[in-house]
């Protein structure tokens, strides 16, 4: 088979330039262009997130009009949640799975590559739309039919990207589960993997359980739009509330796919300067698991005003709230962990406190939303953006951040600059809930999403949201110096930078050699 | 790395494959679960006779006005209701008629789609027989009257005096 790649095969030179790039198979080199990748897409996310902002900085209509606000939107969406979040974690994965259970790399090299290579089109297309006859898709990033359905080219360009990345997506999730699986070190049994490879191995089961069935939705819309079918199209006997029941079976799970593996960097990080093991490392396992199970029976809590009889909104309304359950063992567990361990405070804890801290809010918010009679009222405000941007900037993203301060040591084989790293989070902590915290109030009286204009009452708050957000954005380019920097002449990191980190990786030398593990270490 | 570990690892990714493949026909299968849960569930159902209580009591104390509406959309027909409006007591049966006419020189099949004002209208609106509730076919020139029979719930809020139905034709891909 062609996918399979011989992991010795490969001990000879391999080419250089851009070539070594273009056809490497070496799960480091792969982690790192999905990392660069994503970044590059946060930066035309963060490019798009400030246009809006800057629109919504007054009210009235100054610098875009509303059509191209709502592509605005729309592509912020997409990119930030396909192109950005999901993708710098399989970039996490890449570099991180195999060094944790000590095996030589994926195990599919060659579709770990192409995996990888799919991104870049998907992105090039998603970005050009905005330059095609009648501009980008603009019905919002879960593109509900009518709106998608009519749309011209840019919302096929965007469906044909949501192939592309699902592609991707399915063929990087069975890797990660081939890998887990079978290629741990003789001795690692799976309650003794760390936590990150835990969650990771649920987000990669999530994927293709659900990327799929997103496939198979953007499919129905693309025949509905060109081929005469009828799925959603009420004029042909469709239903486009049947698209929105799709679309969230895949969409709800898709956000835990998101924070999964978050929970499973914090759950990495915190140990770490706290110098103590987990709290719980088991209840951690099964609150992961139960989370990603009742993640497939709340879809509907997005739809409590699509019109749905009482029981159904009951239901979706008990068991949204029942997630809050396992995720509270889990932020006990962090906490618990914490308590009386001798810490410290470096760039990556910081982050991760943060991130319980943060996330946390997002969490009662969500929880907020699940109650029926209130959603009815907050449904697509402003509340529902703050909600979500809690769990998504300050849990994924955050997470992320601590993930790359953690390990970069071991990538680069040196330092990044304290002092700025820890600029980088207090200016992104504050910042971030100068721009958030406020859109609650905004959301709570009454503001709609996805509007370019509002009325004056809610102008005072939209103004610090978007000085907040100017904030958060210019706060990200310190970030890209930090990192430039620490891998051109930041102070040579030692084997192990962290004095309790206890996974697998810190035994290997830093920067971690290309080939590592290539003789599996025994576990006790 | 063993081969043996290979050869797993195929079999692996050959039964991960597989099952994606069996996701996405279930994303496709999501479609008729919806139709199936919706018809048993009685939500969304645009294409069965209403059943209701027989000694349901006409309400003579109130007085409803109900507009009669008829559209076309993307059909060459003309589709018109023989009365614009009538006036019923909650409760009370009622017959009314509509027309549609195929102004074409082919055969054309339609369904019509029904839409209320108010839309809580539909909650108390008892439909026995309607032509929307199969789709209709019409040979060139041919004419054809359709009656609706209905009662309304004499449960409709109080403040309810007149209210309106209005039906669409859309047309149907031929050989649906
Ligand atoms: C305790 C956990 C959570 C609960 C109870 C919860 C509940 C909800 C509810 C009820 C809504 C629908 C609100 C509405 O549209 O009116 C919602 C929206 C949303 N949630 Fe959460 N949520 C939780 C955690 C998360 C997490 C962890 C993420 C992602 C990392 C997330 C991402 C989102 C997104 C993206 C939306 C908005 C989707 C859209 O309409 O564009 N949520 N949440
Ligand atoms: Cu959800």
Redesign the pocket.
Known sequence: MAVVQDVHGHHDHHPSGIMRWVTTTNHKDIGTMYLWFSFAMFLVGGFLAMGIRAELFMPGIQILEPELFNSFTTLH?LIMVFGAIMPAFVGLANWQVPMMIGAPDMAFARMNNWSFWLLPVAGALLISSFFVPGGAAAG???FYPPLSAQGGLGVDMMIFAIHILGASSIMGAINIITTILNMRAPGMTLMKMPMFVWTWLITAYLLVLVMPVLAGTVTMLLTDRHFGTSFFNAAGGGDPVLFQHVFWFF?HPE??I??LPAFGVVSEIIPTFSRKPLFGYSSMVYATASIAILSCVVWA??M?TAGMPAVGQLFFMYA??L??VP?GVKVFNWTATMWRGSMTFETPMLFSIGFVFL?VI??FS??V??IVPI?IQ???TYY?IA??HY??VS??LFAIFAAVYYWLPKWAGRMYDEKLGKMHFWLSMIFFNVAFFVQHFLGLAGMPRRIPDYSLQFADFNMISSIGAFGFGLTQLLFLYIVIKCIRSGEKATDKPWEGGSTLEWTLPSPAPYHSFETPPVIK | MTQSVTKINVAMLKKLLVFSMIMFGFGYALVPMYEKFCEVTGINNLLQPDVVDKNIKVDMTRLITIGLDANVRGLPWQFKSLQSNVKIHPGESIEVMYEIKNDSDREVSGQAIPSYSPRFLEKYLKKFECFCFTKQVLKPGEVRRMPVKFIIDPQIPVDVSAVTISYTFFALEPGK
């Open positions: 969406g919002g990033w879960t969409g956000v835990y998101m924070i809590h997005h409590f949204t709230m997630i809050a995720t996330f997002g969490g969500g929880v939303c699940a959603d907050v449904q697509d529902v909600h979500f769990v998504l849990g994924a």
